[in-house]
């Protein structure tokens, strides 16, 4: 029996394997697809999860109903040997890495959002491509809205609400949609925010949003956006951030507390390790979507996969491309292992699709435009259309209904525990902490360089692998000094129950931290004598 292995469950992955299950006998070939999920999840429609609009669930399929004879195993690739045909996993509940061999590998791992080169994205930037990320942003809009609702700070209160997302293409136009008519909806919950301006800026660096549309559909899709107040900087595009700030490519600088990000987008990184052929870093794939150099063995589809169609032109990675060349590949794995010709990849598209949210889209369905209610209407009536399971179409249809009549929910779900130890970046000029306020952290600088100050008299200069905070978290007291980045500063940042538990676990761990207080306590008694 040939065993046949998948890795990714997305909708290339998933509609591989599906396809499979209908060619392939049980006795022909055993199909294993690894995912980190169990789910397949709904591209097209994760902007609504955003705004509420659709439930956090309902845009996800269990893989294993949608391909009950697929083995799914629940791990993250570490590993891809194509000499020894072997897949690596990460271990499970056990410390040991599981090695899955193949005869015929599908390669279908998708994007993953790439910060690197831009500082402080990592820490302060939140990435939109997983239902995982759609739930984080949600929380974070709500926690920003709550705390502005609070704040007395004017100028603080205008960071709070401003958003920021960068990127332009379909999911960032999408993405701001949805979060300009969210925010302007529920804060008329908030007393206190009824009358304060909401500023929504998208970064784009092109002259127009939407490129892959036709230009009088992109030129619409701006229209509508900046009449609903969203502001759009053009030929722009952010480069770094603080926790404070959005930094753009010309310097121009975005006071903020949100920043979401679409782009930019890599493959995985064991993908980046593979031996192979490869164009901007995306597995280079024939017409028949098989990896080169590893022709009727290995498959590459989906947004990991630089391919192009018998006719010359690229595969875009959109999904109904990504569900038709899955289809191929399991139709060119059949051939190969029954002896048949392996076929191209010849779909060149239907149409585009984008909703601006609030009843209005723009769409070209084979050379026809379309824009404004007619192209919400197409828009939710064709993915609903092709969204898997009956079901879920019915729980869809249904959130839609109720989010015409009802205001959308408030509700936090904080479904994962905030990180332990975690980087920040600080630029010049921005304060890490300030006199008075509560030790929560320990903190270790890994590059740059920062001054203390109490009452604003300069005390003393830190540099990399210097430790400070330590004094308010051992003494479980507020801060009784400031200290400031004087460069662009990186630290790592310990919070107090994660230091503490170093402390009591790692004696010698705490025994330095201890002296460090004990010396600078007496320094600061001498300093006041």
């Given at each position: ?10 909708f290339?992955g ?25 789910y ?14 659709i ?8 893989i ?10 629940m ?17 499970g ?11 015929y590998?599908?390669?279908a791992l ?33 926690q920003v ?6 704040e ?37 919950s ?5 009358e ?10 092109k ?5 892959e549309?036709?230009?009088q ?19 722009d595009r ?17 006071p ?31 017409s ?11 498959w ?18 959109t999904?109904?491309h ?17 002896g ?49 399971g ?25 479904a994962?525990k905030?990180a ?18 509560l ?14 100050l ?5 005390v ?7 430790y400070?905070g ?12 400031t ?6 500063t990186?630290v790592?940042l ?5 230091f503490?538990q170093?402390?009591t ?17 007496e ?7």
């Amino acid at each position: 029996m040939k065993r046949i292995l998948i890795l990714g469950g997305g909708f290339a992955g998933v509609y591989v394997a599906r396809r499979l299950e209908k060619l392939l006998r049980p006795d022909e070939a055993s199909i294993q697809l690894v995912n980190q999920e169990n789910y397949l999840v709904y591209q097209p429609m994760l902007p609504e999860v955003i705004s509420g609009s659709i439930g956090i669930t309902d845009i996800v399929s269990p893989i294993r109903h949608l391909c009950p004879r697929t083995q799914l195993v629940m791990r993250e690739v570490q590993g891809i040997d194509l000499a020894r045909k072997v897949v690596t996993v990460s271990p499970g509940f056990r410390p040991r890495q599981l090695e899955l061999p193949y005869d015929y590998l599908v390669i279908a791992l998708g994007g993953v959002t790439n910060f690197f080169g831009m500082p402080g994205m990592i820490e302060h930037g939140k990435p939109f491509r997983t239902l995982a990320d759609a739930l984080a942003l949600r929380n974070h809009l709500i926690q920003v809205l709550e705390e502005a609702d609070l704040e007395t700070d004017a100028e603080l209160r205008r960071k709070l609400l401003t958003f920021v997302v960068a990127g332009g293409g379909f999911s960032g136009v999408e993405l701001m949609a949805e979060l300009n008519d969210f925010v302007l909806n529920v804060k008329r919950s908030y007393p206190r925010l009824r009358e304060e301006q909401v500023r929504c800026v998208l970064v784009h660096p092109k002259e127009h949003i939407l490129p892959e549309m036709d230009q009088q559909l992109a030129l619409f899709a701006e229209r509508i956006l900046k009449a609903r107040g969203v502001e759009i900087v053009a030929n722009d595009r952010v480069t770094a951030a603080t926790s404070e700030k959005a930094v753009l490519k010309s310097g121009v600088e975005i006071p903020c507390k949100t920043l979401a990000s679409t782009v930019p987008s890599a493959v995985p990184e064991v993908l980046q390790k593979l031996d192979c052929k490869k164009d901007k870093g995306r597995l280079v794939a024939s017409s028949a979507m098989e990896l080169v150099g590893y022709e009727g063995q290995v498959w590459a589809v989906g947004d990991c996969a630089a391919a192009s169609t018998v006719a010359g032109n690229p595969v875009p990675p959109t999904a109904q491309h990504a569900t038709r060349a899955a289809e191929l590949v399991a139709d060119n794995i059949a051939a190969a292992m029954r002896g048949g010709t392996a076929r191209g990849f010849a779909f060149e598209g239907l149409g585009k699709l984008a909703s601006l949210g609030h009843f209005s889209a723009i769409a070209e369905i084979m050379g026809v435009r379309v824009s404004g209610f007619p192209a919400w209407v197409l828009w939710r009536g064709i993915y609903l259309m092709k969204m898997p399971g009956l079901n879920r179409k019915v729980r869809i249809g249904l959130d839609w209904l109720v989010a015409l009549v009802f205001p959308p929910d408030l509700v936090q779900i904080k479904a994962a525990k905030d990180a332990g130890i975690v980087r920040q970046h600080f630029d010049a000029g921005e304060a890490v902490f300030h006199q008075g306020d509560l030790g929560d952290n320990v903190y270790i600088i890994e590059r740059g360089q920062c001054e203390v100050l109490r009452r604003e008299e300069h005390v003393a200069d830190l540099g990399p692998g210097d430790y400070f905070g330590e004094m308010a978290v051992l003494g479980n007291v507020s801060r009784n000094a400031t200290v400031r980045a004087v460069v662009a500063t990186d630290v790592l940042l310990i919070p107090r129950t994660d230091f503490h538990q170093l402390k009591t676990s790692v004696p010698a761990f705490g025994s330095v931290f201890e002296d460090l207080a004990r010396k600078r306590a007496e320094a600061n008694q001498k300093r006041s004598d």
